[in-house]
């Protein structure tokens, strides 16, 4: 499937990235509607996930032209070659990989890398990595992203790992450019009892906080 363009405008409107892993299938329509209408616009699916190619192509089938569509957890070429041939409008990795990243930037396919200390994020940037997810985020705490920012405040951070209502806040405030959330914006408990809309409720829960917190 020939994936779309990522739209930079979309995400920068709403810079959180939903990541969606080991979602049921069969409820992806449903949790896509729900992200939707609650107001976000860039979504991940880890490649590691239940059948990742089906709900990668259901998912652009149905809200391509109105979502970013992404694949994440991509840790070699071999998986960013999976990920490019089901269609993924942009990538994100855990680690820095220099031919993953190089590949990205050569073909025009933003690439989210994933990063921890201030050598691997300045390596991520000097390939072309278009921002750099610092993970595990939450493990260091926001008190590190603002220290890092001192030196690479030129360098886009998205907050990952451990992200929720809680701290969401504390890493806008410290200097992240945006934030990858996903379990604690997907609520399985939602999804298990197939309540679309407080499903929906939840998730407009961190837009209103994001825009509480940038305003």
């Known amino acids: 499937m020939k994936s779309g363009n990522f739209v930079w405008d979309k995400f920068n409107e709403m810079p959180i990235i939903g990541i969606m892993r080991n979602i049921n299938p069969d409820s992806l329509p449903y949790i896509l509607n729900a992200f939707h209408n609650a107001g976000l616009s860039t979504i991940e699916i880890t490649l590691n996930s239940i059948n990742a190619k089906g709900q990668m192509q259901s998912a652009l089938s149905t809200y391509g032209s109105q979502l970013n569509v992404g694949m994440g957890t991509i840790r070699n070429i071999q998986e960013l070659e999976m990920a490019l041939n089901y269609g993924a ?20 396919v933003p690439i989210f890398a994933g990063a921890l200390t201030p050598t691997e994020i300045c390596n991520a940037r000097s390939l072309g990595a278009a921002m750099v997810k610092l993970y595990p985020a939450s493990v260091m705490g926001p008190d590190y ?13 998205i907050a990952t790992g451990g992200v929720d209502k809680n701290n969401m806040s504390d890493f806008i405030s410290a200097g992240a450019t945006g ?37």
């Open 145 to 157: 992203l603002k220290s890092l920012k001192g030196p690479l405040d030129q360098v886009p951070l």
């Open 89 to 108: 409008q942009f990538i994100v990795t855990p680690n820095v990989n220099a031919n993953v990243i190089s590949r990205c930037k050569k073909i025009g």
């Open 179 to 215: 934030l990858g959330i996903g379990s604690t914006l997907f609520k399985q408990e939602l999804i298990d009892r197939k309540d679309w809309s407080k499903l929906e409720t939840h998730m407009k829960g961190y837009v209103r906080i994001f825009n509480t917190c940038t305003t």
